[in-house]
Structures are given as C-alpha cells and as structure tokens.
C-alpha cells in the first residue's frame, strides 16, 4: 500500500507529519530521516489496531483484500 503523509515543521525544532488517510495516525522526528522510520512504524500500528476490532458470528464472513 501507498499512504501520503502531510509533512509539517515543528515549531520545537524538527518536523511532525500526519497521514490523512488513517485519522488520528502522527508522529514527530527530528530529521526527515527519523520522521520517514517513524512513519512507518505508525502506519504499521495504526492498521494493526484495527485487526483486534474485527468481531463475527458464525454467519458472517471475513474478506481480506490486499490494496
């Protein structure tokens, strides 16, 4: 998947950068370096957390789609 980020100057020094894609998904860094890897890591744990949220009955069935 291809997620774009909003890459913003922090007024402390440094950058934030935020992932309008996945709400509420941002993370800091002190160079564009730092920022990149902390990106990731973010958008990894933002669709991880989704996947403990899935709830179904015996009826239901799950898709799984790769994007």
Do not use: Y
Not at 14 to 32: I, N, R
Not at 52 to 58: C, F, I, K, V, W
């Amino acid at each position: 998947m291809i997620f774009k980020a909003i890459i913003h100057l922090a007024e402390e020094g440094g950058f934030w950068a935020e992932v309008p894609a996945l709400p509420g998904c941002v993370t800091q860094g002190d160079t564009k370096m730092e920022l990149e890897l902390n990106l990731r890591e973010a958008i990894e744990g933002w669709l991880a957390a989704g996947q403990d949220e899935l709830t179904s009955s015996e009826n239901d069935q799950i898709l799984e789609l790769a994007i």
